[in-house]
């Protein structure tokens, strides 16, 4: 690769770190740039995990300093999503992505509107650790997001965001520390899969990981000072430009 090629790569990571952190859809970034590099589409999926794994390490371990992780409830949280991104990373050769992407950016749309139109939804939320177990629908709504999430993982984060402030009861302070901590117990996983089957490029997915790590260490700090307002006018803005990449471009 040419030289001005790397700083291109952790400067498409910064960006995409710091919209994962804060909401998701970093990897509408990521993904293309690195097919545009010349990897194959599965490659450059999971090439991507390698960054999205450390921003993650970095963004938890943030928001654990800071006060804000429920530890616990990531933790039982995450069991039905790494259980889906297991699923979700084997069939990710067999589904009609273009097929799926104008469904996921339906969705977006739908959730756009209610973030837009319920905003107390998403600013008021009271659950700051998780107290009881969750029901066979929080359950199957997890093992849903963590397929998606196995699969492409871009906008797994939105969607995550919106189960944990809707069906969960977090703010969206908190929601994003659990989110974070979430997508890094199955991307763990996620990534296995993907090196098992050699769909992995270590030298680039390095690269792109010292940008990502940097982007979710800005953002992750940024969100503990300024708090839910500021966070959902970012998750506006991802959920609104996200929806036109799936459904257009």
Not at 204 to 219: D, E, K, P, S, T
């Amino acid at each position: 690769m040419d030289w001005y090629i790397y700083p291109a790569i952790i400067a498409a990571g910064f960006a995409a770190g710091f919209i994962n952190t804060l909401a998701g859809s970093g990897s509408l970034i990521t993904l293309p740039l690195l097919i545009f590099m010349g990897l194959p589409a599965t490659v450059a999926n999971g090439t991507n995990r390698v960054a999205v794994l450390l921003q993650s390490v970095v963004a938890s371990g943030r928001f654990r300093s800071g006060k804000v992780l429920d530890v616990r409830g990531a933790l039982v949280l995450g069991i039905p999503a790494v259980l889906g991104s297991v699923l979700g990373a084997q069939i990710a050769v067999n589904l009609n992505e273009l097929i799926m992407r104008r469904v996921i950016g339906v969705i977006m749309i739908l959730m756009l509107v209610v973030i837009l139109t319920r905003p107390e939804k998403w600013l008021e939320g009271k659950l700051d650790r998780m107290d009881g177990k969750l029901d066979w629908k929080q359950i199957l709504l997890l093992f849903v997001i963590g397929i998606y999430g196995g699969f492409i993982q871009a906008g797994v984060g939105i969607f995550l965001l919106g189960a944990l402030v809707l069906a969960i009861g977090y703010g969206l302070v908190r929601a994003n520390a659990v989110k974070n901590a979430i997508i890094l117990l199955f991307t763990i996983f996620s990534l296995v899969v993907f090196i098992i089957n050699g769909q992995v490029n270590w030298f680039v997915g390095l690269i792109l990981a010292i940008g990502n790590m940097l982007g979710a260490y800005v953002a992750a700090r940024m969100a503990i000072q300024r708090g839910s307002v500021w966070i959902r006018r970012i998750l506006i803005a991802a959920v609104a430009v996200s929806s036109v990449n799936l459904l257009f471009l």
